[in-house]
């Protein structure tokens, strides 16, 4: 290897990358066991220590690896597919089906999900009234705290939210990474503001009709989910299009290009999200001294967010996630984690530091329970 | 009314960006003060209405002469509300399309206080897919005062854009909201494609 490109590397000995990862040992034990560890059940106790140690472990290699993308990817995976499964499961058993009734609209108690935060604002702003049917405090997935949550993540992370907090976005990176090479290499980023063309069809639909119009018509992880009954032609019209949009976008396409086409092309909070990195203090940088142009960042970045004409201006554009794949991909070392106020290209393992831990932890808050969860769903049936 | 509001609301932003740098220098012309522009602007939305109301009019009782049944009306609207939204999308989506705005020929006009008028006249019957749409949905309407909501409708959403044009070229990134503006009319097209398939299977059951 390049001496250069060694000593810029991210790797830390095994000593100092635990050191590294001892705060974050502390942190999630004490919001995985709530303080207090339960040790009488056998089969949460086990759900909690291998979730607690699975975490961890990633947390360690991605200091020990000085890799980043592909330890996210496994937790954000995992995180995708427990809180589907816990979703499922809950609505079994508080309503034994997947698909909810108008009786349950009208009792308000469908779950909240943070896609409907686009839709939310006007009608809340205009006639102070919240446009969903769900809990506003208690209760399984509640507006209230769901709103905080993402309010406090896309503060803090930007669009790094779409990689680090969103319990959907697993899904179509899972499956963006199914192929080796991918099948279709050209596509158009034109498409990449279809995001802020549906984001403004729902915000004024949703605040015109007063209904959650991208809930009750687009979401395709409606299909993954809950969703209505069917009962008429129109909801077998909606169940349709749930079923295509996630087939298409969040299964096929991310096959097939290896781009999360879903978070790319489709979703208004990953809209929304984009505008907030203008304002979060991280970022990913390209010190334009250190770059060969080789564009293999423009080729791996899932989300569109770089193109030639960035990366030789050296500027990453909103749609960046912080995924850490076009870091991980640069055999030059010329892009990197950053913060903003700071020049590209000095201290990179201090800003790598510092978004690791903040970005792990928002990772790691959001997705334990539904991982724990699931494994004691699974451990249950052994012990 | 609603779904007409939204079609002229996402495709306002397409007609503004693409028109807005031709109304621009003709509106401005010559005018020093704010109460200049207001009352050419007021000329402007005027026209477009009086016209719209006019179309609107004219579109009904054509509508209500030809089609007499309501299967027939149904059938009708369904074909030409796929054909006109499919057009709108290819219109949105057409990256070979060269946006060429109507007002153009206004450069013909010398008379510089008919100038607001001669393009609130141009700018409504500009034939674009959202237009051909809004007839569509105006010809099959059971009454005239719904045919005029729904030309209201349209008239509402897509004269906000028109609002700020004085800002039009001060815009910092035009083309952004050019491209988000036609992926919008886009996606108001396919509302109207689910729309005319509603309105296609209705006239099969009932019919």
């Known amino acids: 290897m390049d001496e250069t490109v060694k000593n810029l590397s991210m790797k830390k000995s095994f000593g100092k990358s635990l050191l590294y990862a001892l705060p974050m040992f502390l942190i999630t034990f004490v919001f995985i066991t709530g303080g207090k560890p339960d040790f009488s059940d056998p089969a949460g106790t086990l759900a909690i220590l291998v979730t607690f140690l699975g975490m961890n472990i990633l947390y360690f290699l991605m200091h020990y690896t000085g890799k980043t993308d592909k330890f996210r990817a496994i937790i954000f995976i995992v995180f995708a597919l427990s809180l589907s499964f816990t979703l499922i499961r809950n609505m079994l058993e508080i309503r034994h089906s997947m698909s909810f009734s108008q009786a349950d609209i009208v009792e308000c108690k469908i779950p909240f999900c943070h896609l409907v935060i686009p839709m939310m604002i006007l009608p809340a702003a205009f006639t102070k009234s919240i446009i969903f049917p769900g809990t506003i405090l208690g209760g399984f997935a509640n507006i209230s705290s769901m709103v905080v949550l993402w309010l406090v993540a896309t503060l803090v992370l930007g669009r790094g939210f779409c990689s680090w907090g969103c319990f959907y976005g697993g899904w179509d990176d899972g499956f963006s990474r199914l192929r080796k090479k991918p099948v279709i290499k050209k596509i158009s980023d034109y498409w990449k503001w279809l995001p802020f063309a549906v984001l403004l069809m729902v915000a004024i639909t949703a605040a015109l009709s007063l209904t959650p119009t991208y809930c009750s018509w687009i979401c395709p992880f409606k299909a993954v989910t809950e969703f209505e009954q069917v009962t008429s032609m129109e909801s077998a019209a909606k169940a349709g299009v749930f079923i295509s949009l996630f087939g298409g976008l969040v299964v096929i396409l991310p096959a097939l290009t290896r781009k999360r086409t879903q978070c790319s092309f489709l979703c208004p909070l990953g809209a929304i999200n984009s505008l907030s990195n203008k304002i979060t203090p991280f970022t990913v940088k390209i010190d334009k001294k250190a770059c060969n142009e080789c564009f293999k960042c423009v080729e791996v970045c899932p989300l569109f967010a770089l193109t030639p004409e960035d990366v030789k201006s050296g500027n990453v554009s909103v749609f960046c996630s912080k995924c850490g794949k076009c870091v991980d991909a640069c055999s030059k070392k010329a892009i990197h984690y950053g913060i903003k106020g700071i020049p590209a290209g000095s201290m990179k393992k201090f800003s790598r530091n510092i978004f690791l831990f903040t970005s792990f932890f928002f990772i790691a808050l959001f997705s334990s329970g539904s991982i724990i969860t699931v494994l004691k769903s699974i451990f249950n049936l052994f012990i | ?207």
Request: proline fraction near 3%; glycine fraction near 10%.
């Open chain 2, 1 to 207: 009314m609603l779904d007409t509001f939204i079609l002229g609301l996402s495709s306002g932003s397409t007609c503004l960006l693409t028109c807005g740098m031709v109304f621009f220098p003709y509106l401005m012309a010559g005018s020093a003060g704010t109460r200049k522009i207001i009352t050419d602007f007021s000329f402007f939305l005027l026209t477009r209405l009086i016209v719209y109301f006019l179309l609107a009019t004219l579109v009904w009782y054509f509508g209500k002469t030809i089609f007499t049944s309501a299967i027939f009306r149904n059938y009708i609207s369904g074909i030409l509300y796929i054909l006109f939204a499919v057009m709108l999308i290819w219109y949105s989506v057409g990256r070979n399309r060269k946006p060429d705005c109507p007002a153009k020929i206004v450069t013909m006009v010398n008379n510089k206080k008919l100038v607001p008028v001669f393009l609130g006249v141009v700018n409504s019957l500009g034939f674009c897919p959202a237009l051909l749409l809004i007839l569509t949905k105006s010809a099959t309407q059971g009454t005239i005062t719904q045919s005029y909501l729904a030309f209201l409708g349209f008239f509402a959403g897509s004269s906000l854009y028109f609002l700020p044009l004085p800002l039009a070229g001060r815009f910092r990134k035009k083309k952004v909201f050019e491209t988000i503006g036609t992926l919008a009319t886009g996606l108001a097209g396919i509302i109207f494609i689910i729309k005319g398939i509603t309105n296609l299977i209705g006239g099969i059951i009932n019919g």
